[in-house]
């Protein structure tokens, strides 16, 4: 849901490092909170989906830039 | 799921007696007034030390949310990428939640339930092999206590004592893993889930 309300307010232009920014944030917040309520280290948790969120939306958005420059 | 509520101190057992196996409750009302002669002390149940009760249902949700925002910022993203207009990308935004949460809905349903019915599977051929070979059935229940470090002689008293109990209960917890604690909930854990996507973060 967050990432929708993000990019329904973010100007055009800047969509892209807005909504994936904010995203990174809420992930590596919600890391820390699970790793802390399951008793292990938050840097961990938080690190680790930080690092798999931020590598699937960098390969989705290799996709959709291929995608984009080769129907043009 | 009623360990993370637990009260500050709480008996032995008290919150065994409203569901799961057998427990024999004039036998434990002995054991604890025998337990208070020796003036032992109860073991407090610590909020901080069992976590496996109630963090299954923090973690499904985290897990369910955490999903959520990289399947739609992943998909807002691509679309951005690709020069999609901001029209389309909130489209796609919106299909990739909906269709996210309705899937992982589902398969958390077939999952959890197909395991439940794994189970009861289960426990009606151990029955019927109960009905037709006792004797070999005792003896894999003492094999199995004897690999857990019980003498022969004892695991062999052991067995006999619980099959004379609560035969399947004894059978299901030893020899299948089945304990009415850990039973699966199909339409909770679907429910839990599918709500973390959907109104989560």
Redesign the interface.
């Known amino acids: 849901?967050?990432?929708?309300i993000v990019?329904?307010i973010a100007p055009?232009a800047r969509?892209?490092p807005i909504?994936?920014l904010s995203?990174l944030a809420?992930?590596a917040l919600?890391?820390g909170?699970?790793a802390h309520?399951?008793?292990a280290r938050v840097m961990m948790g938080a690190v680790r989906?930080t690092f798999?969120?931020g590598l699937?939306?960098a390969?989705?958005?290799?996709?959709?830039?291929l995608?984009?420059t080769i129907?043009? | 799921m009623d360990l993370g509520k637990s009260k500050s101190v709480t008996p032995l057992g008290s919150s065994m007696e409203s569901h799961g196996p057998r427990i024999n409750k004039s036998a434990f009302r002995r054991f604890q007034k025998f337990l208070a002669m020796k003036r032992f002390k109860m073991p407090v149940r610590s909020r901080r030390l069992h976590r496996a009760g109630g963090i299954g249902l923090l973690r499904a949700a985290v897990l369910g949310a955490n999903d959520g925002i990289v399947s739609t910022s992943s998909l807002l993203i691509g679309v951005a990428a690709a020069h999609g207009t901001h029209r389309s990308i909130l489209v796609a935004g919106i299909a990739g939640l909906v269709s996210g949460g309705m899937s992982m809905a589902a398969s958390e349903y077939v999952s959890v339930h197909s395991q439940a019915d794994t189970e009861e599977a289960e426990l009606a051929l151990e029955r019927t092999k109960l009905k037709q070979d006792n004797k070999s059935e005792r003896q894999a229940l003492t094999a199995i206590y004897v690999a857990r470090g019980l003498e022969p002689l004892l695991a062999n008293q052991v067995a006999q004592q619980l099959i004379a109990y609560d035969e399947l209960g004894a059978y299901a917890r030893d020899e299948l893993g089945i304990s009415e604690k850990f039973r699966a909930r199909p339409l909770q854990a679907s429910l839990r889930l599918r709500a973390a996507l959907q109104l989560g973060p």
């Open positions: 849901m967050m990432p929708l990019s329904a055009e969509l892209i909504a994936s995203s809420v992930l919600m890391g909170l699970a309520a399951g008793g989906v798999w969120g699937a939306m390969m989705t958005a290799g996709i959709g830039w995608v984009g129907a043009q």
